[in-house]
């Protein structure tokens, strides 16, 4: 059964530091990766998604990373801003390869970055 | 707006009601999935629709719990007899049929039970 676990729970930073979320799944047989940003009392956006055949990808000051073998991902954000203030959530889907995909989420790490 | 929409955003209502949610997908997606989410935690699977047809349906989902999509477009969430422990965000996505496409979140709906 996939499992998803983020460290830490819960973060706060001074602005402008560059900081890094951690996930980790414990069945590494995945198709891609998603982070996704929840803002208090929203849906969730869709930040970066990697393939199974990809180490990163970037966007913006965002950069996630993807180690399959060791079930681990990491979501890099530079320079650090108070709009980044929000729930990280990382996500995988429970089917493997198959076409279905449904996604499992780890309960996310929230980060407050301070003026 | 060309997202994913949900109505009603906030619902309050007692134990024991029934209370039913809707959400509309993004137009050319064929796919559609209903999530929970109580505070602190990620969303959690409930059910998802490939055009009308519900394809997987979750544990969480009890029999107190319907969906349905009756066209392959909008789908509603029913839940009948609520109890307080049906207290949560309930979100809906809604994707491609494609592996490597991402899923679109709406906005919500929190529902609180008394």
């Known amino acids: 059964k996939q499992e998803v676990t983020q460290i830490p729970a819960a973060l706060s930073v001074p602005e402008g530091e560059n900081l890094v979320l951690n996930c980790s799944f414990t069945?590494?047989?995945?198709?891609?990766l998603q982070w996704f940003r929840q803002d208090p009392g929203k849906g969730l956006t869709s930040l970066l998604l990697?393939?199974?055949?990809?180490r990163e990808q970037t966007s913006g000051r965002l950069n996630a990373s993807l180690d399959k073998s060791s079930g681990r991902s990491t979501l890099y954000i530079a320079a650090s801003q108070p709009g980044d203030s929000a729930t990280y959530l990382c996500?995988?889907?429970?089917?493997?390869?198959?076409?279905?995909?449904?996604?499992?989420f780890g309960s996310g790490t929230r980060l407050s970055i301070r003026p | 707006d060309t997202g994913v929409s949900q109505d009603p955003r906030h619902k309050i209502t007692k134990r024991g009601q029934n209370v039913t949610f809707r959400c509309d997908p993004i137009?050319?997606?064929?796919?559609l999935y209903w999530y929970r989410q109580t505070l602190g935690q990620g969303p959690e699977f409930l059910t998802y629709?490939?055009?009308?047809?519900?394809?997987?349906k979750s544990r969480l989902l009890s029999d107190r719990f319907s969906a349905e999509r009756p066209k392959g477009s909008f789908s509603t969430l029913e839940i009948q007899r609520t109890e307080q422990g049906d207290s949560a965000m309930y979100l809906c996505?809604?994707?491609?049929?494609?592996?490597?496409?991402?899923?679109?979140f709406g906005p919500g709906t929190r529902l609180l039970v008394l």
């Open positions: 996505a809604s994707s491609l049929e494609d592996r490597q496409e991402t899923q679109y």
């Open positions: 069945d590494s047989a995945i198709y891609n």
């Open positions: 990697i393939q199974s055949s990809q």
């Open positions: 996500a995988v889907p429970t089917s493997g390869y198959s076409s279905a995909s449904k996604i499992i």
């Open positions: 137009s050319e997606h064929n796919r």
């Open positions: 629709f490939q055009n009308e047809a519900q394809l997987e």
